[in-house]
């Protein structure tokens, strides 16, 4: 069966301090793999999605950055965090052909707080 | 740009009642829509979607939803409440010809006994 591991489920990091989270999924093959902020109040916000090894696609400007070196390996960095980056952060992989209707499973999440 | 809103924060019902959990969307193109529940400590979990097919969708744990083009709306319903559904619902919306997914707010659910 398939399963998604995000580490780690919980971060307090100081404001311009760099950021590296993980997310790998083990039991399927060339996921489309997506990773999303809940910030605090709000809904959930997608950030970036990539369909395969090396392809990132963004959706919202910001700090933050996002790569795939390996094809279930989905990594969220910034070279020098913000206060507005604190929030839940999700990933989540889907197996469909369009991954936009993608059924899609989320990881526990990792909240991080930036001070 | 297509976008969410969930109607009320929070929501109490007591077991065995109805359950309603509102979401109207905004779309200029036809939508696909979803409703996802997130459990206490626990990741997101897809309950049903609606990607043009049957307007009533069947989800999992007893929820369904269905889809009304002339308001606009997805609401998500369940005839009689268990004290496991208490958990925070969300509403997603991608307009079927670009690649942006808005989620709604949440809306928290709560269970009396």
């Known amino acids: 069966s398939q399963t998604i591991h995000q580490w780690p489920a919980t971060l307090v990091q100081p404001v311009g301090s760099p950021l590296s989270l993980e997310c790998t999924v083990e039991?399927?093959?060339?996921?489309?793999l997506y990773w999303y902020r809940q910030a605090a109040g709000r809904g959930l916000q997608l950030l970036f999605y990539s369909v395969g090894i090396g392809q990132i696609s963004s959706e919202v400007p910001q700090n933050l950055s996002a790569s795939r070196p390996q094809d279930r390996q989905f990594i969220l960095s910034s070279k020098k965090l913000l206060l507005s980056d604190s929030g839940f952060y999700l990933c989540?992989?889907?197996?469909?052909?369009?991954?936009?209707?993608?059924?899609?499973?989320f990881g526990p999440g990792t909240r991080l707080t930036v001070l | 740009a297509q976008s969410v809103t969930q109607l009320g924060s929070h929501v109490s019902v007591s077991e065995g009642a109805l359950v309603l959990l509102r979401c109207n969307y905004s779309s200029s193109v036809p939508p696909y829509l979803f409703w996802y529940v997130q459990y206490p400590n626990q990741g997101l979990q897809l309950l049903l979607k609606?990607?043009?097919?049957?307007?009533l969708v069947k989800g999992i744990n007893g929820f369904e939803a269905e889809f009304k083009k002339s308001e606009t709306s997805f609401h998500l319903t369940k005839p009689s409440a268990h004290m496991s559904d208490a958990a925070e619902y969300f509403c997603a919306v991608i307009a079927y010809n670009n690649n942006d997914m808005r989620f709604g707010a949440g809306t928290r659910l709560t269970v009396k006994p």
């Open positions: 039991g399927t093959s060339n996921p489309n």
């Open positions: 609606y990607t043009s097919a049957a307007t």
């Open positions: 989540a992989w889907g197996a469909g052909t369009n991954y936009l209707t993608d059924t899609q499973y």
